[in-house]
């Protein structure tokens, strides 16, 4: 069973910038970070291959120029940048790893893919 300690979020102005981190306690192949708002489904954020240091992130399109994904394999953490935010990017933040390969760029945002999940960071952004 692997851990994962998220920290970061809060609340800020729009156009505001908010830093996420998460800890893996264990092994992972995959970890992402998904969102859900209320009423809404969880989505992906953007996921990334943690197995290897050269790994791209996979964004949504929603956050595509304005998030960044990075990693820090030594500590076995990733974090998300979150720039130029905006009021429709509130929500509950999930810090999520599988230990798994994806096969399909669909999957790598797709909740279901995912084994292990964080207790989630709330992000506020107020207009």
């Known amino acids: 069973q692997v851990q994962l300690l998220e920290s970061g979020g809060g609340s800020v102005q729009a156009g505001g910038s908010l830093r996420l981190s998460c800890a893996a306690s264990?092994?992972?192949?995959?970890m992402g970070w998904f969102r859900q708002a209320p009423g809404k489904e969880r989505e992906g954020v953007a996921t990334i291959y943690t197995s290897s240091s050269s790994g791209t992130p996979t964004y949504a399109d929603s956050v595509k120029d304005r998030f960044t994904f990075s990693q820090d394999i030594a500590k076995n953490t990733v974090y998300l940048q979150m720039n130029s935010l905006k009021p429709e990017d509130n929500a509950m933040y999930y810090c999520?790893?599988?230990?798994?390969?994806?096969?399909?760029?669909?999957?790598?945002?797709?909740?279901?893919?995912?084994?292990?999940w964080g207790q989630g960071t709330q992000v506020t952004v107020s207009s």
């Open positions: 264990g092994y992972t192949r995959l």
């Open positions: 999520a790893a599988t230990p798994l390969p994806i096969s399909t760029v669909s999957g790598l945002l797709s909740p279901a893919k995912y084994t292990y």
